[in-house]
């Protein structure tokens, strides 16, 4: 079995006893380093209030890393458009394209990307909470890209940029079937957040085949798994360092948004062992368990890239996790076809 491209999703977390600086310089150097390692994409997030997340504004932190790297493809995982007007989003992206040609990835999503209460101080309506409006809003944003579809959208009236030569790669991310239908109703890659840990990977898999359409960006379904992986030296390292990560993961379900604490401290809170207990499909070991792991997902997936996240309090244990994955799951530094 062949085995797909490699890339890598950043929330930019932040530790418990550090500072927004501190993770915003983490993920730069995962950046650099992901690049060195040849993996194909570096994503970050949009996520919004929240005491665990540094990164709140993708366009201004893609704009940072572009500017540091030299080849890999950077992007949003994902901008989440109800968020934000059309326009807006073009014009951040158009300009970002034009500053690093063909190296820029548009990720989108549906979600708030934050609770409720945080969302309506960001939307400034009650009427504006829901995302009923998300499938034309992103038919203006593509039309205002350059990938026109039909006639009527924003693109008759306004300019993302005054004189585009290059288009960056649309993508929509989505955790659920309405998600993976709309994208390949559109004949777009689609990402699914597996990482999320919430189920229904493969059924959402089979409405995007089922419904995609090709389409002037692309002629067949390309699909990009996510997955949550920390690689160590070995198994009993791995699991020490994922600690934190079930322990943040059983939190968030029930609200609790704290900083990342560190395997020692994660170790002794109460409900450590009912995150450890509870199911996952998280992938922790040495390379060559998790290897084993990824081949079975893309296995069962027919995943066409897979990018994976590393939840870990030691930037240290990131880099060496990146590393060990690659040596064990040789990462092409050829980027593979943009269009088909």
């Given at each position: 079995m062949s085995r797909p491209p490699l890339s890598v999703l950043d929330l930019a977390v932040v530790n418990a006893g550090s500072t927004t600086a501190d993770a915003l310089a983490a993920t730069t150097a995962l950046a650099l380093w992901a690049e060195e390692l040849g993996y194909h994409r570096f994503w970050v997030a949009e996520h919004h209030n929240m005491p665990l997340v540094a990164s709140t504004t993708p366009p201004?932190?893609?704009?940072?890393?572009?500017?540091?790297?030299?080849?890999i493809r950077i992007g949003s995982?994902?901008?989440?458009?109800?968020?934000?007007?059309?326009?807006?989003?073009?014009?951040?992206?158009?300009?970002?394209?034009?500053?690093?040609?063909?190296?820029?990835?548009?990720?989108?999503?549906?979600?708030?990307?934050?609770?409720?209460?945080?969302?309506?101080?960001?939307?400034?309506?009650?009427?504006?909470?829901?995302?009923?409006?998300?499938?034309?809003?992103?038919?203006?944003?593509?039309?205002?890209?350059?990938?026109?579809?039909?006639?009527?959208?924003?693109?008759?009236?306004?300019?993302?940029?005054p004189a585009a030569t290059s288009s960056p790669q649309i993508l929509l991310l989505g955790s659920s079937g309405f998600s993976a239908e709309l994208a390949g109703r559109l004949g777009l890659r689609f990402v699914f957040a597996h990482h999320f840990d919430q189920g229904g990977t493969l059924e959402a898999l089979d409405l995007y085949r089922d419904a995609f359409q090709p389409s002037p960006v692309l002629?067949?379904?390309?699909?990009?798994?996510?997955?949550?992986?920390?690689?160590?030296?070995?198994?009993?390292?791995?699991?020490?360092?994922?600690?934190?990560?079930?322990?943040?993961?059983?939190?968030?379900?029930?609200?609790?948004?704290?900083?990342?604490?560190?395997?020692?401290t994660a170790a002794t809170?109460?409900?450590?062992?009912?995150?450890?207990?509870?199911?996952?499909?998280?992938?922790?070991?040495?390379?060559?368990?998790?290897?084993?792991?990824?081949?079975?997902?893309?296995?069962?997936?027919?995943?066409?890239?897979?990018?994976?996240?590393?939840?870990?309090?030691?930037?240290?244990?990131?880099?060496r996790g990146l590393k060990l994955l690659a040596a064990a799951w040789p990462v092409s530094r050829d980027a593979p076809p943009t269009t088909s």
């Open positions: 201004v932190l893609m704009a940072h890393l572009a500017a540091r790297t030299s080849r995982g994902g901008i989440m458009l109800p968020n934000h007007a059309p326009l807006i989003v073009a014009e951040h992206v158009a300009a970002l394209e034009a500053l690093h040609p063909g190296r820029i990835d548009l990720g989108l999503g549906r979600a708030p990307g934050t609770n409720q209460e945080t969302a309506l101080a960001i939307r400034r309506s009650p009427s504006l909470l829901g995302a009923e409006d998300f499938p034309g809003d992103l038919r203006d944003l593509m039309g205002l890209l350059g990938d026109v579809r039909g006639r009527g959208g924003l693109w008759e009236h306004f300019a993302a940029t002629e067949r379904p390309h699909l990009i798994v996510t997955a949550n992986v920390l690689v160590a030296d070995t198994d009993e390292d791995a699991d020490r360092e994922a600690g934190p990560g079930r322990l943040m993961s059983y939190r968030i379900r029930s609200g609790r948004f704290g900083p990342l604490l560190s395997p020692a809170q109460p409900d450590m062992a009912l995150a450890r207990a509870a199911p996952t499909n998280r992938i922790t070991g040495s390379a060559t368990t998790a290897t084993a792991q990824l081949d079975a997902l893309v296995a069962v997936t027919a995943a066409d890239e897979l990018m994976v996240t590393t939840v870990a309090h030691d930037p240290a244990v990131r880099l």
